[in-house]
């Protein structure tokens, strides 16, 4: 009985260094990977770095031309605009793919906030208000305000005193909504769509209109009825600008974006995907 129990012992020890020393991951001194490619010396290669893109979102409004529209290209809708385009370059330095998130632009930092995107790239000023909840790359664009009118009501506009008391049409949870609101005796109506606010101007339910000037110059060249009135609203650089959101605490992301940003502007991309945005809007 001894020696059989010797012999059966001496089987598991010879079958247990076989399983460790049979395919040359166990003491030998080869490496491995799960893709199980081996090396000239019949051991498993290291793995490759991988070269395989990654995926950012973007969230984004796309009722604002030119910074970001919906558009037919060769039969199928597209979302272009010069926010697309430098989103595109953002993700071509990341080697990402870039997927559109389309949605109201009051619902957008929510859906940073709660990882629906990776970042928000909507003509959006960089307010202290905002800052609190977000982080903002640098300015990549600065706009001036334009009060929409109706053509044949252009007189009575000239300053912004004019505004007092009038029933003015903004996008809600826009920097224009903020700037109505300042406005002394102002009935705003505040709609989540731009072609919805300017269907309230056309249809004479509001008496003006508040946005960013190259979104209203757009709509002039396309509306007949209505004028960029001569009404100036003063801002400075910050308040005027747009910026692109992210994330609270993500700087490497802040870091990346700002690298994309700096190159295109020294390399005056963005003049030309603003004209070239001006464009498609137009044909």
């Known amino acids: 009985m001894k020696k059989m129990l010797l012999l059966l012992v001496t089987v598991m020890v010879v079958l247990t260094a076989c399983g460790q020393n049979g395919n040359g991951t166990g003491n030998g001194n080869t490496s491995g990977n799960a893709s199980g490619e081996t090396n000239a010396s019949g ?5 490759a770095p991988t070269e395989e893109k990654t995926k950012i979102v973007l969230g984004t409004s796309a009722d604002y ?3 970001e529209f919906h558009k037919t290209i060769d039969g199928k809708d597209t979302i272009v605009g010069f926010d697309i385009s430098i989103a595109n370059e953002i993700a071509k330095d990341m080697n990402a793919e870039l997927e559109i998130s389309d949605m109201d632009f009051d619902g957008l930092l929510l859906a940073l906030d709660t990882g629906k995107v990776d970042m928000v790239i909507s003509g959006m000023t960089p307010t202290e208000e905002r800052k609190k ?4 790359s640098d300015l990549y664009y600065l706009a001036e305000q334009g009060i929409l009118v109706k053509k044949d009501q252009a007189e009575q506009y000239k300053t912004l005193d004019n505004l007092k008391n009038k029933k003015i049409g903004v996008q809600k949870g826009s920097i224009q909504e903020g700037i109505a609101q300042e406005i002394e005796g102002a ?4 709609l989540a769509k731009i072609p919805e606010i300017i269907l309230e101007l056309t249809s004479g339910r509001v008496d003006a209109v508040i946005l960013e000037k190259p979104v209203a110059d757009q709509y002039v060249l396309t509306q007949s009825d209505i004028i960029v009135s001569d009404v100036k609203i003063e801002q400075s650089a910050e308040e005027a600008g747009a910026a692109i959101a992210v994330k609270k605490g993500n700087q490497e992301l802040v870091d990346s974006i700002n690298a994309t940003i700096k190159r295109l502007k020294d390399g005056g991309d963005i003049d030309r995907f603003v004209v070239e945005a001006n464009e498609l809007v137009g044909e």
């Open 43 to 47: 051991g498993n290669a290291a793995p």
């Open 65 to 67: 031309a030119p910074y």
């Open 133 to 136: 909840n977000v982080d903002f």
């Open 187 to 190: 009935k705003l109506t505040s």
